[in-house]
């Protein structure tokens, strides 16, 4: 069924099932050293590539997890397209930002590199063992302006705080990670889909309550699914007072989000952004940008 449903979305999804990933990708930690050190540094024991699409991103060849310069917090072992979702927020240095579903980290180190220690992130989960490799993840990478919070997302906007930029990296079925991991087709089922797609709207409800008014929310899954991408935005811009914004991401093929998916035609698709695994040989991903108006 997985499979017969990728085919209804996509033409290539031959190439899709076919594709592997070879290389890791690793983020530059700026926050404890500079791109062109790393680049020296590494280039001396692995094939170090460059990522078109992000300056502090490098593909690897090689077993990366046990060197000095990982120990040490100079570089995240992160996804390639899941570096995306930060940028997508545009964020500037003196932002109060949330991050709602924040372990085990990748992305709120990230921001608080961006960000250059500046502002304030909240980086939450409800998670208390993922809160463990969070904390861990933070205190490394010499984050200094996150506050970890234990609260489960749906109901966050109870605390009555307001941010600039939220960043929701929602929980999912995980689908675009086949690149990795071809027994996530084995594995599928609708029924979890359908769940997923269930809580991903009350944590964007949740979110829409959090935000500033102009402010800002991304939502990003790695999942392939209709149900917990566009119709999760779909029902956000109807429900509440949102608009989607475009994104440009230089780099990358990306494609739009499904408009039409069985009887459903889905508002704000146009705008959002799929990366589909074949395209860039990275994981998928889905990533969408809304202003509170
Ligand atoms: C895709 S992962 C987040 C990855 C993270 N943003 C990163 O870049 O490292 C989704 C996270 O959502 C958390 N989660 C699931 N349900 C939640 C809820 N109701 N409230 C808060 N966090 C939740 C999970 O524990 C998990 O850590």
Not at 35 to 62: A, P, Q, S
Request: aromatic share 12%; glycine share 4%; charged share 30%.
């Amino acid at each position: 069924m997985f499979e017969e449903r990728i085919k209804k979305m996509i033409d290539d999804a031959d190439k899709l099932f076919r594709a592997e990933q070879k290389l890791k990708s690793i983020r530059v930690n700026t926050l404890k050293i500079s791109r062109e050190e790393i680049y020296e540094r590494l280039r001396e024991r692995f094939e170090v590539r460059e990522m078109k699409w992000y300056e502090n991103g490098f593909f690897v060849d090689g077993e990366i997890s046990k060197t000095v310069e990982h120990y040490l917090g100079y570089y995240y072992i992160q996804e390639a397209s899941s570096m995306l979702p930060p940028l997508a927020l545009e964020l500037d240095k003196n932002d109060a930002v949330l991050d709602l579903c924040s372990a085990p980290g990748s992305k709120a180190t990230q921001m608080a590199m961006i960000m250059e220690n500046h502002g304030v992130i909240i980086a939450n989960d409800i998670s208390m063992a993922r809160l463990k490799a969070l904390t861990h993840n933070i205190q490394k990478s010499g984050a200094l302006n996150c506050i970890i919070t234990n609260y489960d997302a749906r109901n966050f906007y109870r605390t009555g705080l307001k941010f600039d930029k939220i960043l929701l990296d929602a929980p999912c079925t995980t689908s675009g990670k086949i690149i990795k991991n071809k027994k996530i087709v084995e594995n599928w089922n609708y029924r979890r889909v359908r769940y997923m797609s269930f809580l991903q709207k009350k944590l964007i409800k949740s979110a829409y309550y959090c935000l500033n008014k102009n402010g800002i929310v991304v939502y990003s899954t790695c999942s392939l699914e209709p149900e917990e991408n566009e119709e999760v935005i779909d029902y956000a811009v109807k429900n509440f007072d949102f608009e989607v914004e475009k994104i440009n991401f230089k780099g990358i093929k990306t494609r739009t989000g499904i408009k039409k998916w069985g009887d459903n035609e889905y508002e704000g698709a146009e705008k959002a952004i799929r990366i589909w695994p074949h395209d860039n040989l990275t994981e998928g991903f889905f990533i969408c940008r809304l202003r509170k108006y």
